[in-house]
């Protein structure tokens, strides 16, 4: 402090009112109870407390009136005739270097919060409870400003600090909402794009803590991390038709063919910075569009500090992550996507979060969205810490993420990260490290219903949207009503058919034969669950290899696989999906730091591919046989699952009105007059062959003559004789 400001400051008679020091030394819970307009014993008294002003005054209906000065402390007080005062006066702030400053008091807006909605939110149904906490731009009494509000309930004290009042935490106090555990500050002003924390006080240790606003919408660019005060959206949307066909689709009859991306690392500019997300839409829009998939789904966009986690440890669940630029731009992609008839699914994580300070970690001191005790609260393998499903306000604040994508960005699907790990106690714990559920299992009770709790509202607030989950293990019914006793997603991730499907095709063809079983026991429980097939970015990275990495044989060998691979996927029965590069088959494993290795389109071999997952998804998208009935057996028959000998596979697909044989060779030897039973006489013809010299292939083909003899196979009345290409796969039709 400077010798003239000591100068001008008297030194108290007696000491300060207990309350007042509680302000000083920023503990009081409520300084509405101190500052603004008080009423003592025999007057009226405005009371401030600006630490740093040298002067103070207030506009009176008769001009600036200057505040006193409460000894040698930051308190002032105005004394006079309340009739002089605004409702919501302004004070000016005279400092010691000239500077002044006007400002609208915070301390003239008492908390005006709905109880009822704060009823709800303790009560766990509050569902879009991002519209009430977090902030919000505000007009009360004709005067614009920001409004937070932030749960803490074990804390003493919540500040707000920020720029606007140099990150100083005596500044702006907030009010204590009662029991709500909410703290509420209103604080007027165009504080549009400042930066803001809170400072929390924790009321048993008084510990500090600075803490980034879980309810944000925009957060710094990593490494910083401090919230950004937004305005409402300007974005004007364009995909009203598109919404209103996506609520009457019939989706589990519907095609969905998902191409998965990381938007950091599936292109860059050519300094290898991140593009913008319209950037990205005006290359990648068009792209998938020509590829023919229907659906992308985006890897985690929610905010993260760390790129390595490449989005699945989010400190920001209502946050796009500002790497690639704002939440209309985000918007922009979206809409653009639904314009072009692509769906747009989302990648979200309630399953786990990181500790970093800034963070939902021990948000006020304590255990508050996660658990206290370690064996329920973090995950070993992870470093990451567990969600209380049990606390209401947990619940809420994790289904409110969950609606305000939907709501606000439009997303047309949520697949949910790592379900396996939230429906198990004892997941990757040693015995010892975990605690049993209340009659002594392993099922975590309170992640089921919190789940049940989800699935249920979305579908019921957003018909025809998808939640889709990545659960690992055999948990029963995940995919089934919630009314069924179902976990109530309307897809899960087929783990179990990737594994063993990856498994066998990394064999050499010579060993193929007896492990033909990995290929076969999969349809003795595919029609179980609405199943999606999978081959994601975890398939190719960490040293697991990229798709083509994984295959035997040499280079020709290598690409046949990946076709004869991709051949198979889209045939079986469940919906399908397929990572970014996967579609060229991309040489390297996928490196999140860097784009894809794009310069292989100028090689035909990789082009090949892409050309065929084209040719894939058309087919995919055109012939009901191979989409109406992905989750039903009326969908799927074996024509022949028993030919280890040879390595050769062959089922029918089925629709109403229509059906597509498929037979695929899975050694690199051609088989001649292969006999293939089949339903119907007349001619068959190929409609797409793997082996084809457009894809790359030795083009061992049978044409579109194929005529069916009375000769009974495979239990069918006719049959073909068919040359089946080496590491093949072919589709064949009825001409009509």
């Given at each position: ?17 207990e ?5 000083i ?9 101190i ?20 002067q ?11 505040f006193?000065?409460l ?16 409702k ?11 500077a002044?400053k006007?400002f ?23 569902w ?5 906490l ?7 009494d ?89 305005g ?23 095609p ?8 950091g ?5 050519g ?10 839409a ?34 920001g ?25 692509l ?27 996660e ?7 973090e995950?070993r ?10 606390r ?16 606000e960005?439009?997303?047309?699907g ?9 429906l ?11 605690t ?53 997603f ?6 179990g ?15 193929r034969?007896f492990?033909h079983?990995?290929?076969t ?28 990495g ?12 990946v ?11 469940g919906?399908?999906l ?16 860097q784009a ?22 058309k ?8 989409h ?17 000998t ?7 697909r ?45 083009d ?37």
């Open positions: 402090m400077s010798q003239q400001l000591k100068k001008i400051r008297p030194t108290l008679s007696k000491p300060l009112p309350p007042l020091q509680r302000i030394e920023a503990r009081h819970h409520n300084p509405f109870d500052l603004g307009l008080q009423k003592d014993a025999t007057s009226y008294v405005y009371r401030a407390y600006k630490p740093g002003a040298w103070l005054f207030i506009e009176t209906e008769n001009g600036l009136s200057p006193t000065r000894g040698n402390t930051d308190f002032f007080e105005w004394r006079g005739d309340a009739q002089q005062l605004n919501h006066p302004a004070l000016i702030q005279k400092n010691i270097n000239g002044d006007r609208i008091d915070p301390y003239s807006f008492p908390p005006k919060v709905d109880h009822q909605q704060l009823n709800q939110f303790n009560s766990g149904s509050h879009h409870c991002y519209r009430l977090g902030n919000h731009q505000r007009i009360i004709n005067t614009p400003g920001v409004e937070f509000l932030v749960w803490a309930p074990n804390a003493e004290r919540v500040s707000i600090v920020g720029d606007f009042n140099h990150w100083d935490g005596r500044a702006n106090p907030m009010a204590n909402c009662g029991d709500s555990g909410v703290w509420f500050l209103f604080i007027p002003g165009d504080l549009n794009q400042q930066l803001y924390k809170y400072e929390i006080r924790n009321r048993d240790s008084s510990n500090i803590h600075i803490k980034s606003d879980p309810y944000a919408k925009q957060y710094q660019m990593r490494p910083d991390t401090a919230s950004i005060i937004t409402p959206s300007e974005f004007n949307w364009s995909d009203q038709s598109w919404l209103m066909e996506r609520e009457r689709r019939q989706w589990l009859h519907s969905a063919s998902i191409y998965e991306l990381h938007l690392s599936w292109q860059r500019d300094n290898n910075n991140f593009l913008n997300y319209r950037d990205i005006d290359r990648l829009v068009p792209y998938v569009q020509s590829l023919g998939f229907n659906y992308i789904q985006l890897m985690p966009v929610c905010e993260y500090p760390y790129d390595g986690s490449w989005g699945y440890q989010v400190t669940y209502f946050a796009p992550t500002s790497r690639h630029g704002s939440a209309d731009d985000l918007r922009y992609l979206i809409d653009l996507c639904h314009q072009h008839h769906g747009v699914l989302l990648d979200w994580v309630p399953a786990h979060f990181p500790k970093d300070a800034h963070g939902l970690a021990r948000f006020d001191g304590s255990a508050l969205y658990h206290e005790d370690p064996k329920r609260g995950h393998d992870w470093g990451t810490l567990i969600f209380n499903y049990g209401n306000e947990v619940k809420n604040f994790l289904l409110s993420s969950a609606f305000y994508w939907l709501d960005f439009h997303i047309d949520l697949r949910v990260d790592a379900v396996a790990s939230m198990y106690l004892n997941y990757s714990r040693e015995d010892g490290d975990w049993p559920n209340i009659y002594g299992g392993k099922e975590n009770l309170e992640a089921m219903d919190f789940i049940r709790e989800a699935n249920t509202v979305l579908h019921q607030y957003h018909p025809g949207v998808l939640t889709i989950a990545e659960e690992s293990t055999s948990w029963p019914m995940v995919s089934h009503p919630v009314y069924l006793g179902g976990l109530g309307s897809m899960k991730w087929n783990m058919w990737m594994n063993d499907t990856l498994s066998y095709i990394a064999n050499d063809p010579i060993y034969q492990n079983d990995k290929l026991f999969g349809l003795l429980y595919a029609f179980t669950e609405n199943f999606v097939l999978p081959f994601s970015h975890d398939e190719v990275v960490h040293g697991k290899r990229s798709i083509l994984k295959m035997p044989g040499d280079e020709w060998q290598r690409f046949a696989n076709r004869l691979l991709y051949g198979y996927q889209f045939t079986q029965p919906k399908k397929l990572f970014m590069g996967c579609e060229f088959a991309q040489g390297e494993e996928w490196n999140f730091n894809l290795d794009w310069h292989l389109l100028d090689y035909s071999l990789h082009q090949g591919v892409k050309t065929l997952v084209t040719d894939l998804n087919l995919y998208l055109s012939e009901p046989a191979l109406q009935y992905d989750f039903n057996e009326k969908g799927f028959h074996w024509l022949d699952c028993h030919d280890s040879q390595s050769v596979l062959s089922y029918l089925y629709s109403d009105d229509d059906l597509i044989i498929v037979v695929l060779n899975f050694t690199p030897v051609v088989r001649h007059q292969y006999r293939v039973g089949v339903p119907k006489p007349g001619h068959y013809r190929e409609i797409l062959n793997t082996d084809s010299v457009y894809y790359g292939g030795s061992i083909s049978n044409g579109t003559q194929i005529k069916a003899e009375k000769i009974k196979t495979m239990g069918q009345e006719f049959s073909i004789s068919l040359s089946l290409p080496p590491l093949g796969c072919i589709l064949l039709k009825l001409n009509v």
